[in-house]
């Protein structure tokens, strides 16, 4: 089935999950000298690579991610097997795990990672969210959670006579008299904390094999967007390329001609610079210009930088952040996609 493979996910995998002395592999080696046990965990690549496909142009970066993912999960185990205070989990562990320990990684139905235990398949079974993960480290405490209850039995639903009932009498109106009937009562409260919601700061440096072409990572918010001008000049920095191809094209869409000028320029000369990073089309610098450049009569037209803050902010939905220098603007929303 290997065969069946892009050439780059097999790149992918030679490099970062077969090689002895990737971080996935130096993972599992501590995990199997702490654990005593040998560790099984061979993906079937073909299966999570065409399901994965989607989310990630480039497949070597595919590759990178589960190996993350997978380096996660082996560091989470060992970290909770290493911790004294988890001494009755360490048993059922090894209890479990009497030869080997298995594991096995699919893709889940949902963007969420989780880990569970198999008794179908005597084995651990690793979950990759399906969406592209920019940092697999992140997952490590989602790991170590599900880690800890994967044994735990289903809670069983609570018997009917066990519930908290009371009686109520009421009254028959077809027969005018008096009946008790049962009404369930209020619930006990729960004696499961509250969740907590977690910080989205990053915790952990990032495996930079498992982050995505800048062209790709840097489509992602939050985008940051500065502006500053100098006389017949204004400039754009943005940190998201379309921000800056959509402002160029409706500037240049609606932009006057210079008639003073014999060449019948556009009154506003508006460029988009590449950026010196990734692969792909990336622009990460716009600047606007109504510069003379000695033919006919001077540029009669000026450009004003209220109108771009206007288009910053109200179309684009940028908010605007501080003036302090140079203009500073920030989105947290991701861009949607018609």
């Known amino acids: ?111 969420q990672a989780s880990t569970s235990w198999s008794e179908e398949r005597d084995g651990f079974v690793i979950s990759l ?86 062209d790709e990572l840097l489509l992602r918010p939050p985008y940051h967007l500065t502006l500053s001008h100098a006389g017949d000049r204004i400039e754009l920095q943005c940190s998201h390329s379309p921000t800056l191809k959509v402002l160029a094209e409706y500037l240049k869409k609606w932009c006057r001609t210079n008639h003073n000028d014999s060449r019948n320029p556009p009154a506003v000369e508006i460029q988009l610079h590449q950026s010196a990073f990734g692969l792909g089309e990336m622009f990460d610098r716009m600047t606007m210009s109504t510069g003379r450049h000695g033919y006919g009569s001077p540029n009669p037209f000026t450009i004003t930088f209220p109108m771009v803050v206007s288009l910053i902010e109200g179309v684009l939905g940028y908010d605007l952040i501080s003036t302090d220098g140079m203009w500073k603007f920030r989105r947290d929303a991701e861009f949607r996609t018609l």
């Open 129 to 214: 969210p399906k969406k592209t993960v920019v940092q697999p480290a992140q997952l490590f405490p989602v790991f170590q959670g599900g880690l800890l209850v994967c044994f735990d039995k289903p809670k069983q639903p609570q018997p009917l006579a066990e519930r908290d009932w009371e009686g109520v009498e009421v009254v028959d109106d077809a027969t005018g008299e008096a009946e008790v009937v049962i009404r369930e009562g209020p619930p006990a409260p729960s004696s499961k904390p509250a969740p907590t919601t977690r910080s989205n700061k990053v915790e952990f440096l990032p495996n930079v094999a498992s982050l995505p072409r800048p």
């Open 1 to 111: 089935m290997a065969d069946k493979l892009p050439l780059k996910a097999k790149l992918g995998i030679r490099e970062h999950w077969t090689k002895e002395d990737s971080p996935v592999q130096q993972a599992l080696r501590g995990l199997q000298e702490l654990l005593g046990h040998e560790v099984v965990i061979d993906p079937e690549w073909p299966l999570i690579v065409a399901t994965l496909d989607p989310l990630y142009q480039d497949k070597t970066n595919l590759v990178a991610v589960v190996a993350g993912c997978v380096q996660a999960w082996a560091k989470s185990m060992a970290e909770l097997l290493d911790n004294s205070a988890n001494e009755t989990w360490t048993e059922q562990v090894l209890e479990k795990v009497s030869v080997r320990l298995r594991a096995f990684v699919e893709v889940s139905s949902s963007d």
